[in-house]
């Protein structure tokens, strides 16, 4: 098999839901798609996450603090 590269400095956009998921399970995600890609810049990862889900917005403004942009989307 032979791996297929571009060079037109596209971007993989990956949308991950993470209600109920910051116990392990969207650490986890993050961490393979991470450690699985053959150019971590090319990967952009987009967390849904709902205005009424404390235990994910305490997540990312602590954890993921370092590697984040927000976009409000009503």
């Known amino acids: 098999m032979t791996e297929q590269t571009t060079q037109d ?3 993989i956009s ?4 993470t209600r109920g998921r910051t116990n392990g399970a ?3 995600s993050i ?3 991470l ?3 053959d150019d971590c810049a090319r990967i952009e990862i987009m967390l849904g996450v709902d205005d009424d889900d404390a235990d994910t917005i305490n997540w990312v403004n602590n954890e993921a ?3 984040k942009r ?5």
Request: glycine letters at 4%; one cysteine or more.
């Open 9 to 11: 400095g596209s971007v």
């Open 35 to 37: 450690d699985n890609a």
């Open 65 to 67: 603090r370092l590697c």
């Open 31 to 33: 961490a393979s798609l």
């Open 14 to 17: 990956i949308i991950l839901p």
């Open 70 to 74: 927000v976009w409000l989307c009503m």
């Open 26 to 28: 969207l650490q986890d």
